[in-house]
């Protein structure tokens, strides 16, 4: 339509129709939508305005938009805040290349953008004269009925939590990549500094609103593949061994399975299990992963399979009905897998409800898209496609993905999303956008949230008063007291117009479109997804139930200290509104299994075995449902049950430059690697997140040295507050070590900081800033004399190794003749100043990058390793050589307070593990046998003072010579000494350990 010919036509119009409030057209550009001037003076002329498209100059400036050219507008309504328009079949017709959503989108907001509308409503006059729904118009039907069937038995048959239990609720992130016949894959809105909102809104899908409602027992329906690691791997029952075994009586089914094959099954029994199927799946690489599982559902099949997962952390049982979710994929949960130990899944026929296990297809991950669209596929994560693909990925019909003939595939998108909720036979759909096409100049900002306008199904207005409630409300309370609420509006969105059986609803989260502003800064930054999710979690728990509390945050100031008993004793304070606690132990610091579920602050590990390591986190948890887990600390026990050195967790930043995946708060774990990998002494370590330190839980005068992770903690969030610098500084002044490991210390403190910042970084801890880049990721081999010393060039990362990219590494110097420089990074600039305190005795070691990041695993080791000797000092009661050339003698250095002249022994074997228990319990950390027997043989030539007396400063100096036994090379021998009561032969005092390696 010519633009003199909508203008008549909509002056006309006006003369019948009571104008509104000013207004401006929506259009696109660079994908997303885009509002355009002028300021129309009502509702007409801004539609009218679509209907004519954008002006030559409007073009020019990159707008364009979805409205078929020969729309026109037949009548504008307004009753109150609602708003009605009528237009011909020409918009149902859209351009080739063009959405019909998206002509939809402009046109609900654009009528929406004016002051007091709340709702709008499209319909359309067929060519007979009548006039219809948007919905009737375009022949949409009711979505197909769910093929899942109704449980055979009770819900108390299945496994649940929280109170959100039995309810399914579809989340839907809205977008993501598809195929345009003339743009290739592309996402469906544009990058606008670094936000694009088919990835943004997944993201915190993914990563925090459905974890919170799955925290509170529901089970979530994905919309798009929830997984996002790069990979995936599928084991069918079809291909058998290896891969896939059984054990008991199977039997193959006549009907087909996944892709067509077959499946097994097998009667289930109530007291004992007769029969498994194991599925075998390898692991690409280590990571988080979500395990899927697609069987054939029936009535006739138990609500009550258990399979149980084998993951890094150990083993999970789930509880699967299998009379639902028929031919798709179950989501079973998500763990960490480890590459070289692989995944094993096995399906039990033990249940306490009867009828038969489906044992057929699991698959581990994400993977990249694997639909061809357009000749190939999108060689994209899967998680980063839009939910057309996902659906069909997921043994939806083509109903529910091809509604639409012809076309694109963003217009299927938009109406898959819903229909695979209904497909699946959720409870409520939800949907996450986040917004543009503000008022040019005006900096929209807020949330809006949209229910259908043409019938909303029942509850679509009470679930969306509680979520936008919600979500506005927490966001005033805790992120800013000024956040804009839009309201509670209605529209003709397909994402809830194609809803039919639950209440649908979609929030406009914030607005993406302005750099800058409120909104995009808040978007970029994960504390706001954090509160943004929760809050749209807490307001479908309101809509379900409504009295029901809030799960609990994460308790606070967590810390792991040795338990007095050879164990590990894990503490935390307490969460508001927690009836109890559930602790979680792991291995290697990423695999996690639950070990304790306690009411109060505290639990403790049995006895370990001595130079254990283990990793912990904890949840809280009320009636409601469970917590987020803590950041994760990493302790180890030493055989003489006691920590020398403590690890501060300090690393918590997190912004738009620092998300979850760089910081997992996990990072202590490389640090407890690091201090036992191939080590040539033993300490025992304990640690605390740095609130726990400053709270007083832990203090740092109870430790001969201390280790402060920093990360890429940069002046947002404090490297070190106020309160930390004075406990630092008054544990230095009293002799204390510390190792401060940071890429952003030196930033923060002697480039920004006060006065007094400024004095900490240089005078207490000893180094000075001089750059902030120092524009390498490589490090030159150790300095000779200082704690890098035998260390080989290395690399640090850049992104690519398993930590995270440090951007800006510190370039540091020493500040005076008691500092020296220990690392070069390698261009020559300095990475580490090592310093001794002449007055104190103070020691510290401050590194420019975070050493976590160092990517080989031995480089990074021995540099810890050396940097806590040196802290230690004349801590460690026995020191001595790493490495003994044979022929040669090696001396050692045996010293135990407060055991002067008294009796000693030292000695050593080929193991410290499992050790030699004493008479009175102590622990010898050197295995009983011939040679320790020999190393205490009164009179050899080759263990020289192993036996004798402690001088009056409790001191010995023991001699090891080794004749040029070529045999002996490479052998790693152990030392420790203890000291005896007098004429009693039992131990008082035991050494640490250290190891020597015999070379030729």
Same mark, same amino acid.
Not at 349 to 371: H, Q, W
Not at 800 to 819: C, I, M, Q
């Given at each position: 339509?010519?633009?003199?010919?909508?203008?008549?036509?909509?002056?006309?119009?006006?003369?019948?129709?009571?104008?509104?409030?000013?207004?401006?057209?929506?259009?696109?550009?660079?994908?997303?939508?885009?509002?355009?001037?002028?300021?129309?003076?009502?509702?007409?002329?801004?539609?009218?305005?679509?209907?004519?498209?954008?002006?030559?100059?409007?073009?020019?400036?990159?707008?364009?938009?979805?409205?078929?050219?020969?729309?026109?507008?037949?009548?504008?309504?307004?009753?109150?805040?609602?708003?009605?328009?009528?237009?011909?079949?020409?918009?149902?017709?859209?351009?080739?290349?063009?959405?019909?959503?998206?002509? %939809?989108?402009?046109?609900?907001?654009?009528?929406?953008?004016? $002051?007091?509308?709340?709702?709008?409503?499209?319909?359309?006059?067929?060519?007979?004269?009548?006039?219809?729904?948007?919905?009737?118009?375009?022949?949409?039907?009711?979505?197909?009925?769910?093929?899942?069937?109704?449980?055979?038995?009770?819900?108390?048959?299945?496994?649940?939590?929280?109170?959100?239990?039995?309810?399914?609720?579809?989340?839907?992130?809205?977008? +993501?990549?598809?195929?345009?016949?003339?743009?290739?894959? %592309?996402?469906?809105?544009?990058? %606008?500094?670094?936000?694009?909102?088919?990835?943004?809104?997944?993201?915190?899908?993914?990563?925090?609103?459905?974890?919170?409602?799955?925290?509170?027992?529901?089970?979530?329906?994905?919309?798009?593949?929830?997984?996002?690691?790069?990979?995936?791997? =599928?084991?069918?029952?079809?291909?058998?061994?290896?891969?896939?075994?059984?054990?008991?009586?199977?039997?193959?089914?006549?009907?087909?399975?996944?892709?067509?094959?077959?499946?097994?099954?097998?009667?289930?029994?109530?007291?004992?299990?007769?029969?498994?199927?194991?599925?075998?799946?390898?692991?690409?690489?280590?990571?988080?992963?979500?395990?899927?599982?697609?069987?054939?559902?029936?009535?006739?099949?138990?609500?009550?399979?258990?399979?149980?997962?084998?993951?890094?952390?150990?083993?999970?049982?789930?509880?699967?009905?299998?009379?639902?979710?028929?031919?798709?994929?179950?989501?079973?949960?998500?763990?960490?897998?480890?590459?070289?130990?692989?995944?094993?899944?096995?399906?039990?026929?033990?249940?306490?409800?009867?009828? @038969?296990?489906?044992?057929?297809?699991?698959?581990?991950?994400?993977?990249?898209?694997?639909?061809?669209?357009?000749?190939?596929?999108?060689?994209?994560?899967?998680?980063?496609?839009?939910?057309?693909?996902?659906?069909?990925?997921?043994?939806?019909?083509?109903? @529910?993905?091809?509604?639409?003939? +012809?076309?694109?595939?963003?217009?299927?998108?938009?109406?898959?999303?819903?229909?695979?909720?209904?497909?699946?036979?959720?409870?409520?759909?939800?949907?996450?956008?986040?917004?543009?096409?503000?008022?040019?100049?005006?900096?929209?900002?807020?949330?809006?949230?949209?229910?259908?306008?043409?019938?909303?199904?029942?509850?679509?207005?009470?679930?969306?008063?509680?979520?936008?409630?919600?979500?506005?409300?927490?966001?005033?309370?805790?992120?800013?007291?000024?956040?804009?609420?839009?309201?509670?509006?209605?529209?003709?969105?397909?994402?809830?117009?194609?809803?039919?059986?639950?209440?649908?609803?979609?929030?406009?989260?914030?607005?993406?479109?302005?750099?800058?502003?409120?909104?995009?800064?808040?978007?970029?930054?994960?504390?706001?997804?954090?509160?943004?999710?929760?809050?749209?979690?807490?307001?479908?728990?309101?809509?379900?139930?409504?009295?029901?509390?809030? $799960?609990?945050?994460?308790?606070?100031?967590?810390?792991? @200290?040795?338990?007095?008993?050879?164990?590990?004793? @894990?503490?935390?304070?307490?969460?508001?509104?927690?009836?109890?606690?559930?602790?979680?132990?792991?291995?290697?610091?990423?695999?996690?299994?639950?070990?304790?579920?306690?009411?109060?602050?505290?639990?403790?590990?049995?006895?370990?075995?001595?130079?254990?390591?283990?990793?912990?986190?904890?949840?809280?948890?009320?009636?409601?449902?469970?917590?987020?887990?803590?950041?994760?600390?990493?302790?180890?026990?030493?055989?003489?049950?006691?920590?020398?050195?403590?690890?501060?967790?300090?690393?918590?930043?997190?912004?738009?430059?620092?998300?979850?995946?760089?910081?997992?708060?996990?990072?202590?774990?490389?640090?407890?690697?690091?201090?036992?990998?191939?080590?040539?002494?033993?300490?025992?370590?304990?640690?605390?997140?740095?609130?726990?330190?400053?709270?007083?839980?832990?203090?740092?005068?109870?430790?001969?040295?201390?280790?402060?992770?920093?990360?890429?903690?940069?002046?947002?969030?404090?490297?070190?507050?106020?309160?930390?610098?004075?406990?630092?500084?008054?544990? =230095?002044?009293?002799?204390?070590?510390?190792?401060?490991?940071?890429?952003?210390?030196?930033?923060?403190?002697?480039?920004?900081?006060?006065?007094?910042?400024?004095?900490?970084?240089?005078?207490?801890?000893?180094?000075?800033?001089?750059?902030?880049?120092?524009?390498?990721?490589?490090?030159?081999? +150790?300095?000779?004399?200082?704690?890098?010393?035998?260390?080989?060039?290395?690399?640090?990362?850049?992104?690519?190794?398993?930590?995270?990219?440090?951007?800006?590494?510190?370039?540091?110097?020493?500040?005076?003749?008691?500092?020296?420089?220990?690392?070069?990074?390698?261009?020559?600039?300095?990475?580490?100043?090592?310093?001794?305190?002449?007055?104190?005795?103070?020691?510290?070691?401050?590194?420019?990058?975070?050493?976590?990041? %160092?990517?080989?695993?031995?480089?990074?080791?021995?540099?810890?390793?050396?940097?806590?000797?040196?802290?230690?000092?004349?801590?460690?009661?026995?020191?001595?050589?790493?490495?003994?050339?044979?022929?040669?003698?090696?001396?050692?250095?045996?010293?135990?307070?407060?055991?002067?002249?008294?009796?000693?022994?030292?000695?050593?074997?080929?193991?410290?593990?499992?050790?030699?228990?004493?008479?009175?319990?102590?622990? =010898?950390?050197?295995?009983?046998?011939?040679?320790?027997?020999?190393?205490?043989?009164?009179?050899?030539?080759?263990?020289?003072?192993?036996?004798?007396?402690?001088?009056?400063?409790?001191?010995?100096?023991?001699?090891?010579?080794?004749?040029?036994?070529?045999?002996?090379?490479?052998?790693?021998?152990?030392?420790?000494? =203890?000291?005896?009561?007098? +004429?009693?032969?039992?131990?008082?005092?035991?050494?640490?350990?250290?190891?020597?390696?015999?070379?030729?």
């Amino acid at each position: 339509m010519q633009p003199s010919r909508a203008l008549a036509q909509i002056t006309l119009l006006t003369m019948l129709t009571p104008l509104t409030t000013a207004q401006v057209a929506v259009f696109f550009r660079d994908a997303n939508p885009a509002a355009v001037l002028p300021v129309h003076r009502d509702v007409a002329a801004a539609v009218a305005h679509l209907c004519a498209g954008p002006s030559a100059t409007e073009a020019a400036n990159g707008y364009y938009s979805h409205l078929p050219p020969a729309t026109q507008l037949l009548r504008v309504r307004r009753n109150g805040d609602a708003v009605q328009l009528l237009f011909d079949v020409a918009l149902l017709k859209p351009a080739p290349g063009m959405s019909r959503e998206d002509a %939809i989108e402009q046109i609900d907001k654009t009528v929406l953008s004016t $002051p007091g509308v709340r709702h709008v409503e499209i319909r359309v006059r067929r060519a007979d004269g009548s006039e219809v729904s948007l919905a009737e118009a375009l022949g949409e039907t009711a979505p197909p009925a769910p093929t899942m069937l109704a449980p055979s038995a009770p819900p108390s048959a299945v496994a649940s939590f929280g109170a959100l239990a039995q309810k399914r609720v579809a989340v839907s992130p809205g977008h +993501g990549y598809y195929w345009h016949s003339s743009l290739g894959w %592309i996402t469906q809105r544009g990058d %606008i500094d670094g936000l694009i909102e088919d990835i943004h809104t997944a993201q915190i899908a993914n990563r925090y609103l459905i974890p919170f409602l799955e925290n509170m027992g529901a089970e979530v329906v994905f919309t798009r593949e929830h997984g996002e690691v790069p990979s995936d791997v =599928l084991v069918d029952d079809d291909g058998g061994a290896p891969a896939y075994s059984e054990t008991g009586s199977w039997t193959t089914s006549a009907s087909s399975g996944y892709a067509g094959g077959g499946y097994r099954y097998a009667g289930s029994n109530p007291t004992v299990e007769t029969a498994t199927a194991t599925w075998q799946l390898t692991v690409p690489q280590d990571g988080l992963y979500p395990v899927y599982a697609w069987f054939r559902a029936s009535s006739n099949r138990t609500p009550s399979a258990s399979y149980r997962v084998h993951h890094a952390g150990g083993v999970d049982t789930v509880v699967v009905d299998q009379t639902v979710d028929n031919l798709t994929w179950a989501h079973l949960g998500t763990w960490w897998f480890r590459a070289d130990q692989g995944a094993e899944v096995v399906l039990s026929n033990l249940s306490p409800a009867a009828g @038969v296990v489906i044992a057929d297809t699991v698959r581990l991950g994400g993977g990249l898209g694997s639909v061809s669209s357009g000749g190939g596929t999108s060689n994209q994560a899967r998680w980063r496609e839009c939910a057309r693909y996902w659906a069909l990925f997921s043994g939806a019909p083509s109903t @529910v993905w091809n509604s639409i003939s +012809g076309g694109q595939d963003n217009d299927d998108d938009v109406t898959a999303r819903p229909r695979f909720a209904e497909w699946r036979g959720a409870d409520a759909f939800i949907s996450l956008h986040t917004n543009a096409a503000g008022t040019p100049g005006t900096g929209a900002i807020g949330t809006s949230t949209y229910i259908y306008n043409g019938g909303a199904t029942a509850g679509s207005s009470t679930l969306s008063q509680k979520v936008h409630t919600q979500i506005v409300d927490d966001l005033r309370a805790e992120w800013n007291a000024g956040w804009a609420d839009r309201g509670q509006l209605s529209a003709n969105f397909g994402e809830v117009r194609l809803l039919s059986t639950m209440p649908g609803i979609l929030v406009e989260l914030a607005f993406h479109d302005t750099p800058g502003s409120l909104d995009h800064t808040s978007l970029h930054d994960p504390e706001f997804r954090y509160l943004a999710a929760r809050a749209y979690a807490r307001g479908v728990l309101r809509y379900f139930a409504p009295t029901a509390p809030f $799960p609990p945050e994460p308790p606070g100031a967590l810390r792991v @200290v040795q338990s007095g008993t050879r164990g590990l004793r @894990v503490e935390w304070d307490a969460a508001a509104g927690a009836t109890h606690y559930t602790v979680e132990q792991s291995l290697d610091g990423k695999g996690f299994v639950q070990v304790a579920d306690v009411t109060g602050g505290t639990w403790t590990t049995p006895p370990l075995p001595h130079h254990s390591v283990r990793s912990f986190r904890v949840r809280a948890w009320n009636a409601t449902g469970r917590s987020f887990p803590t950041e994760v600390l990493t302790a180890g026990t030493d055989h003489l049950g006691t920590a020398q050195l403590l690890l501060v967790q300090g690393f918590d930043r997190l912004d738009r430059y620092v998300k979850g995946p760089d910081n997992t708060r996990d990072y202590l774990r490389l640090f407890g690697d690091a201090l036992r990998r191939d080590a040539d002494f033993s300490c025992g370590f304990d640690a605390a997140s740095n609130e726990a330190v400053k709270l007083g839980r832990v203090t740092l005068p109870t430790y001969d040295a201390v280790v402060w992770s920093l990360g890429e903690e940069s002046s947002a969030d404090d490297t070190f507050d106020a309160s930390e610098q004075s406990l630092v500084t008054s544990y =230095l002044n009293g002799g204390g070590a510390i190792l401060v490991s940071g890429a952003e210390v030196g930033w923060d403190l002697d480039h920004l900081g006060s006065a007094s910042d400024r004095n900490f970084y240089r005078n207490v801890l000893g180094a000075t800033y001089t750059a902030d880049d120092a524009g390498t990721y490589g490090l030159q081999a +150790g300095i000779a004399g200082t704690v890098s010393a035998g260390t080989a060039a290395t690399t640090f990362d850049n992104g690519n190794f398993g930590s995270y990219d440090v951007n800006y590494p510190d370039v540091l110097a020493p500040t005076t003749t008691a500092s020296t420089t220990c690392l070069r990074y390698a261009n020559g600039l300095i990475a580490g100043v090592q310093k001794l305190d002449p007055l104190t005795g103070a020691r510290t070691v401050v590194l420019g990058l975070p050493l976590e990041t %160092i990517v080989d695993a031995t480089a990074r080791a021995r540099l810890l390793q050396q940097s806590v000797l040196y802290l230690l000092g004349d801590q460690l009661a026995l020191r001595g050589p790493t490495q003994l050339v044979m022929g040669g003698a090696a001396q050692f250095d045996l010293h135990l307070d407060g055991e002067n002249n008294l009796p000693y022994i030292f000695a050593l074997s080929e193991g410290y593990t499992p050790g030699t228990v004493l008479p009175l319990g102590s622990v =010898l950390p050197l295995n009983h046998g011939l040679l320790l027997e020999l190393s205490v043989t009164p009179g050899s030539p080759f263990f020289v003072d192993f036996v004798g007396q402690l001088d009056a400063s409790g001191s010995a100096s023991p001699l090891l010579t080794v004749p040029p036994l070529p045999f002996l090379d490479g052998l790693p021998i152990y030392f420790a000494g =203890l000291s005896l009561a007098t +004429g009693v032969p039992v131990e008082r005092k035991v050494s640490n350990w250290v190891r020597l390696t015999l070379k030729l």
